[in-house]
């Protein structure tokens, strides 16, 4: 069954920096492309970065320069260092990818990041 496990969440100051990771099971990870999505309270979820199989990266305009996401493929894992936070970066933060086979979104639980003094 596939699976897809976020962690790193949590309470950071504005400047500060938080580095979630996505442990994925029962897929073959290193074929697909993962991205990370956001949802703040009373919004729509949105795609905030994706790197594909060879590791080639986007983002979106307002984390540009400021979160950087990777993968390990050895560990089935991706990660998403934020770094320079603002309190617009508070959401709920999740992993995605477009199982082909299933033709199906997979998502992960979430992690809740929110950015306060």
């Known amino acids: 069954q596939v699976q897809l496990v976020e962690s790193g969440g949590g309470l950071v100051q504005p400047g500060g920096s938080l580095r979630l990771s996505c442990v994925a099971s029962g897929m073959i990870f290193s074929i697909y492309t993962m991205n990370w999505y956001r949802q703040a309270p009373g919004k729509q979820r949105e795609l905030v970065a994706s790197i594909t199989k060879s590791s080639i990266t986007n983002y979106e305009g307002s984390v540009k320069g400021r979160f950087t996401i990777s993968r390990d493929n050895a560990k089935n894992t991706m990660y998403l260092q934020m770094n320079s936070v603002k309190p617009e970066d508070t959401a709920v933060y999740y992993c995605?990818?477009?199982?082909?086979?299933?033709?199906?979104?997979?998502w992960g639980q979430g992690t809740q990041v929110t950015v306060s003094s």
């Open positions: 995605n990818y477009f199982s082909g086979p299933t033709l199906k979104n997979v």
